[in-house]
């Protein structure tokens, strides 16, 4: 059974950078579009970037366009977030979601199989 775990959230001040990572275990993900979803406290779980299972296709939420890089390496089976010029509203917990699809469904949490247990991040002075 495919496992996630992600990885890399902290406390960075505002304008900083971080780097998240989805490792997974169990199954491959190379046949997977991953989706980072983020939660901050009384919000409903958001979409923030998908990616497709071979890499040649990706997307972002208008809020992180231009700020967010995701990537994956399937070598190792593990995708990545990279977060730059980040803002006091970035502040949630970050969960990575494998898709049963190769190419990224919509922004919904029942197009998703498998959830990571996520990382927290903080952005603040």
């Known amino acids: 059974q495919l496992q996630l775990v992600e990885s890399g959230g902290g406390l960075v001040q505002p304008g900083g950078s971080l780097r998240l990572s989805c490792a997974a275990s169990g199954l491959t993900l190379s046949s997977s579009a991953i989706a980072w979803f983020r939660q901050a406290p009384g919000k409903e779980r958001e979409g923030v970037s998908c990616i497709s299972a071979s890499g040649s296709d990706s997307n972002y939420a208008d809020p992180v366009k231009g700020r967010f890089t995701i990537s994956r390496d399937n070598a190792k089976n593990t995708v990545y977030l990279s977060m730059n010029s980040l803002k006091p509203d970035d502040t949630a917990r970050y969960y990575c979601?494998?898709?049963?699809?190769?190419?990224?469904?919509?922004?919904?949490?029942?197009?998703?199989?498998?959830w990571g247990q996520g990382t927290q991040v903080i952005v603040s002075s």
């Open positions: 979601a494998a898709s049963n699809d190769h190419y990224c469904p919509p922004y919904v949490m029942y197009a998703y199989d498998n």
